[in-house]
């Protein structure tokens, strides 16, 4: 399998439609992580991701648990996305099949999975000290392409 997006409990579904929108644009799974903050048939889930949300490769999972469980990923296949990461996301190489995981847009990713995996953290550079973090969509967005660099 190729790359994947992982949202951890989104919470708006309108970034949740963009998401799938930009993964059926670059060919890439999307792997939500239950609970959501929102029914999935939300009409606002498929307003965002427009008429593109039927081709929209989807997989669910019931918990973070459950997802290492089915995908047990390598390490390096790991590559979660904070405010605070310590290194930037151009600095990787991303192997064809990671995994590019980001939280919910008010909490980010939990701290116990930042816990067991405090070495695959990275960030979007920002220039301005008035901004924390960007729209959940976007960081995935250009995140994404980051990751599809000199592959597309």
Not at 108 to 118: A, F, W
């Given at each position: 399998m190729?790359?994947?997006?992982?949202l951890?409990?989104?919470?708006i579904?309108g970034?949740?439609?963009?998401v799938?929108?930009?993964?059926?644009?670059?060919?890439l799974?999307?792997?939500l992580?239950?609970p959501?903050?929102?029914?999935?048939?939300?009409?606002?889930?498929?307003?965002?991701?427009?008429?593109?949300?039927?081709h929209?490769?989807l997989?669910?999972?019931?918990?973070w648990?459950?997802?290492?469980?089915a995908?047990?990923?390598r390490p390096?296949?790991l590559f979660?996305?904070?405010e605070?990461?310590?290194?930037?996301?151009?600095?990787?190489?991303?192997?064809?099949?990671?995994?590019?995981?980001?939280?919910?847009?008010?909490?980010?990713i939990?701290?116990?999975?930042?816990?067991q995996?405090p070495?695959r953290?990275?960030?979007?550079p920002?220039?301005?000290?008035v901004?924390r973090?960007?729209?959940?969509a976007n960081?995935?967005?250009?995140?994404a392409?980051?990751a599809?660099?000199?592959?597309?």
């Amino acid at each position: 399998m190729g790359l994947s997006i992982v949202l951890i409990q989104p919470e708006i579904p309108g970034n949740t439609g963009a998401v799938g929108r930009t993964c059926v644009a670059l060919g890439l799974e999307l792997i939500l992580i239950h609970p959501l903050g929102f029914d999935i048939s939300d009409k606002r889930v498929k307003r965002s991701g427009l008429d593109y949300w039927p081709h929209v490769h989807l997989t669910e999972y019931a918990s973070w648990a459950a997802f290492l469980e089915a995908r047990a990923p390598r390490p390096d296949q790991l590559f979660l996305f904070e405010e605070f990461g310590a290194r930037s996301f151009y600095e990787p190489d991303y192997p064809e099949d990671a995994f590019l995981v980001f939280g919910q847009e008010t909490k980010g990713i939990p701290k116990p999975i930042i816990g067991q995996h405090p070495d695959r953290l990275f960030k979007l550079p920002m220039r301005s000290d008035v901004i924390r973090s960007l729209n959940l969509a976007n960081t995935v967005s250009a995140a994404a392409y980051q990751a599809l660099r000199g592959k597309l």
